[in-house]
T-cell receptor, first 112, second 111 residues
Framework: DADVTQTPRNRITKTGKRIMLECSQTKGHDRMYWYRQDPGLGLRLIYYSFDVKDINKGEISDGYSVSRQAQAKFSLSLESAIPNQTALYFC???????????FGEGSRLTVL | SQQGEEDPQALSIQEGENATMNCSYKTSINNLQWYRQNSGRGLVHLILIRSNEREKHSGRLRVTLDTSKKSSSLLITASRAADTASYFCATPQGGSEKLVFGKGTKLTVNP
């Protein structure tokens, strides 16, 4: 089983719908991250959490929210999806302050 | 904001050749990391080099860091078709634990 699991792996939805992407990890890491990847733009940080009570905005948090339900679970929500949120979303974890990240396999979201 | 910038954007070589990718960054760092991404898959950490290190090896990978020039290079020796992937450098933003990624170099190794 993967150490960092993302669900769903693929999702097609319509503009205005609420979408939740879920991430769970078995690495026992405190630090969890959500990144977005768009062609030609690399990865951009949406939100990150250093523990259950600590949530921080990243570079592009507008239009997104997160929930850290437990040490192992970190969910990303799009309250009202729009087409320019079509992207590949990655969850990642880190176990130390140096910052080496362990990534999930990604959730491909298409907003029509 | 983009911290690291890889060069070239794309690189195509023959199997057995060496591949060199470069990364430039803007602000002082305490470490620089390289990641690999197979098409549409999650990123995989390759190697981390600290600011007080100049060179590091891992198997067929060789990473150098020049803090005076704010640049790093990743060399893959004796490349294989399986090395075909995108390669990203990443640096901590402003001394924090947030990693900022470049746009990547897409490497194609032809059999």
């Amino acid at each position: 089983d993967a150490d960092v699991t993302q669900t769903p792996r693929n999702r097609i939805t319509k503009t205005g719908k609420r979408i939740m992407l879920e991430c769970s990890q078995t690495k026992g890491h405190d630090r969890m991250y959500w990144y977005r990847q768009d062609p030609g733009l690399g990865l951009r940080l949406i939100y990150y959490s250093f523990d259950v009570k600590d949530i921080n905005k990243g570079e592009i948090s507008d239009g997104y929210s997160v929930s850290r339900q437990a040490q192992a679970k970190f969910s990303l929500s799009l309250e009202s999806a729009i087409p320019n949120q079509t992207a590949l979303y990655f969850c990642a974890t880190s176990g130390n302050s140096v910052g080496e990240l362990f990534f999930g396999e990604g959730s491909r979201l298409t907003v029509l | 904001s983009q911290q690291g910038e890889e060069d070239p954007q794309a690189l195509s070589i023959q199997e057995g050749e060496n591949a060199t990718m470069n990364c430039s960054y803007k602000t002082s760092i305490n470490n620089l990391q390289w990641y690999r991404q197979n098409s549409g898959r999650g990123l995989v950490h390759l190697i981390l080099i600290r600011s007080n290190e100049r060179e590091k090896h891992s198997g067929r990978l060789r990473v150098t860091l020049d803090t005076s020039k704010k640049s790093s290079s990743l060399l893959i020796t004796a490349s294989r078709a399986a090395d075909t992937a995108s390669y990203f450098c990443a640096t901590p933003q402003g001394g924090s634990e947030k990693l900022v990624f470049g746009k990547g170099t897409k490497l194609t190794v032809n059999p």
